[in-house]
């Protein structure tokens, strides 16, 4: 197979033998809309929130202003077992061997 580069405006092309330009070029990504559009009223009473009164909390939902806090909304999230994780990792175990008998 016989293939010449030509350089012509930075952009590299071989050809191989029957003449027609190979291009290495990256692949073309499809523009993905994956992203989930942030709903922007309150989950529980469904008011409206804007950008200052908007609160979302660690159950994942938003929140007005009245019901950001986790008793006024029935938050699922275990807020204790969180906070024992989080001081275990924290200050892990340390055990010092025993000393020897004088």
Do not use: W
């Not at 073309?28 to 709903?39: E, G, L, N, R």
């Not at 938003?62 to 275990?78: G, I, P």
């Not at 024992?84 to 061997?97: G, K, V, Y």
């Amino acid at each position: 197979m016989v293939s010449d580069a030509v350089e012509s405006d930075g952009v590299v092309a071989s050809f191989t033998k029957m003449g027609a330009p190979l291009h290495h070029l990256p692949p073309v990504k499809a523009p993905t809309s994956s992203k989930k559009k942030s709903s922007k009223h309150c989950f529980a009473c469904g008011r409206k929130t804007g950008l200052a009164s908007s609160y979302e909390c660690r159950c994942g939902h938003n929140f007005c202003a009245t019901h950001r806090y986790a008793e006024a909304h029935d938050c699922t999230y275990d807020y204790k077992s969180a906070g024992r994780r989080l001081l275990q990792e924290a200050n892990p175990l340390i055990s010092a061997p025993k000393l020897p008998k004088i």
